[in-house]
């Protein structure tokens, strides 16, 4: 029987997931069909990315895993890895309002409140503001389920202020965008969904959320986030070393695909022509139309935008902190004049990231409406965050170190319409283009958990493909 060879294009964690899944299945079936996984730079894991430095773990890209998602700790239960996982630390957080530092409401899901108790407790918003938000539970459903904005669901839903002030920082920080552009149905679904069941979003939460865990050894609340011992680049690393059947072509881009009479012929930048009986695509969108030229439906993928974002991450001694912040970390408001758009106590967060009697800070920067603050140099960067940071608290000196990653034209945006702009093109390619299928990021999750998944229906997908019939 002639090998079949399926080619992913992209090292990310959404094509090594596809890697280790696509020869997981090969090996067990004993197929006749070759892998090979192309990446344009000089190492694998896409924006994860963790480096030690002066006894500091840093992590470079994301620095954890969402728990209440299966896929990534069942991947790590199945790499062997579970032993070495962690969960974050559970102290206080703040939100940023108007320069004032606000505890964190609890008794809410994603900064939206399912429990009336801690929402009239608060002390972040007006009377007016709290008796709007409880309009939620009396307010009638939307009488039809047609996609709108996340930030226009949520409005409607709680009124401005508590989206302004909780909702806001919250999920356009965890997006990098803009909560009145992101599409409702393609990002956050659950709270349609609670709407259309329960007729208030504050009831549907109540009735089916989880009660938080936990921990058996103590009275604290398990973190909802893990990540490992070492960082991140654990799952890359141990996802790597698993790839025995797969062929890692490295700092060799893929410039042109060509569809041929049987499969595919892709033209890299060393001249070097692989051929495919099937393409996992696991690039950025924006990559698409370049590597398809003649297909020019795929114009279309440019409509969807995305962000610049930078991660700075500084490294104190605990003494040049002047005045402590008792907590995990802050997210800052819209309506505050800060360039950051958060910061996180690592040191706090993540046991271990630091050595003792040392700080480490991780501020993001990159608001919509801010995106040429990615482009500054780095001392600027740092001017800036450490400006914003000493309105919140006191630090003496320049730090010992700084990080600094940018992600350029990175961070994808579900606009209002994403889910038909996608459908749009999945159909295109499925008909034009037999044999190829688009994964990852930019189309249907973006979390790490969303691209193992990703990874897992893409192996699904081509080795459905090229078993089908045989």
């Known amino acids: 029987m002639n090998k079949k060879r399926v080619v992913i294009i992209g090292g990310g964690i959404t094509g090594l997931s596809a890697a280790y899944y696509l020869q997981k299945q090969v090996k067990s079936a004993m197929l006749p069909i070759e892998i090979a996984l192309v990446e344009g730079s000089d190492r694998l894991g896409g924006r994860i990315h963790t480096i030690k430095k002066d006894g500091f773990t840093i992590e470079k890209g994301p620095d954890s895993l969402l728990a209440r998602k299966p896929a990534a700790m069942e991947l790590a239960e199945e790499l062997g890895i579970l032993d070495q996982t962690k969960r974050n630390s559970t102290g206080q957080s703040f939100m940023l309002l108007k320069s004032k530092l606000h505890k964190m409401p609890k ?7 399912k429990e009336i108790g801690p929402l009239l407790r608060s002390k972040s918003f007006t009377l007016t503001g709290k008796i709007r938000a409880l309009m939620d539970l009396v307010m009638p459903k939307k009488k039809n389920t047609e996609d709108e904005s996340l930030g226009h669901f949520m409005r409607r839903r709680f009124g401005d202020q ?9 999920l356009s920080g965890i997006h990098s965008g803009d909560i009145d552009q992101m599409s409702l149905q393609a ?23 989880p009660k938080p865990e936990k921990n058996k050894n103590a009275k604290t609340t ?4 893990f990540s490992f011992t070492n960082g991140l680049q654990t799952l890359v690393d141990t996802l790597e070393a698993k790839l025995d059947a797969v062929e890692i072509i490295r700092e060799n881009k893929v410039n042109h695909i060509e569809k041929k009479a049987a499969g595919y012929h892709l033209l890299l930048d060393s001249g070097e022509v692989l051929t495919a009986d099937f393409v996992l695509l696991a690039v950025p969108h924006t990559q698409v139309p370049g590597m398809l030229s003649k297909h020019q439906p795929l114009q279309e993928l440019f409509d969807i935008p995305a962000t610049s974002t930078a991660n700075v991450v500084l490294a ?17 408001t819209r309506n505050s004049n800060y360039r ?21 800070l991780r501020c993001y920067v990159g608001k919509p409406d801010d995106q040429d ?12 965050v450490i400006k914003d ?82």
């Open 107 to 113: 008794g809410a899901f994603m900064g939206v409140p």
């Open 162 to 170: 508590i989206v302004d002030n909780q909702i806001d920082p919250l």
């Open 187 to 209: 990002i956050y679904p659950i709270f349609g969904r609670m709407e259309q069941e329960y007729g208030s979003v504050m009831k549907g939460l109540s009735k089916t959320m």
């Open 222 to 225: 398990q973190g909802q986030f």
């Open 316 to 332: 104190f001694d605990e003494k040049q902190i002047k005045r402590d912040l008792d907590g995990t970390g802050f997210l800052v």
């Open 340 to 360: 950051i758009t958060a910061c996180t106590w690592t040191h706090r967060k993540w046991e271990g990231t630091a050595p003792e009697g040392k700080a480490l």
């Open 373 to 384: 603050i990615v482009n500054e140099t780095d001392e600027t960067l740092v001017d800036i």
């Open 389 to 470: 940071l000493n309105k919140v608290m006191k630090i003496k000196g320049q730090p010992l170190f700084y990080e600094i990653t940018r992600f350029v034209d990175a961070r994808p945006q579900y606009h209002t319409g994403h889910l038909e702009l996608v459908s749009r093109i999945r159909d295109y390619v499925t008909h034009q283009l037999p044999g190829l299928a688009l994964i990852g990021s930019s189309y249907d999750g973006t979390g790490i958990p969303d691209c193992i998944e990703h990874g897992q229906k893409g192996a699904a997908l081509a080795l459905q493909a090229l078993t089908e019939n045989k």
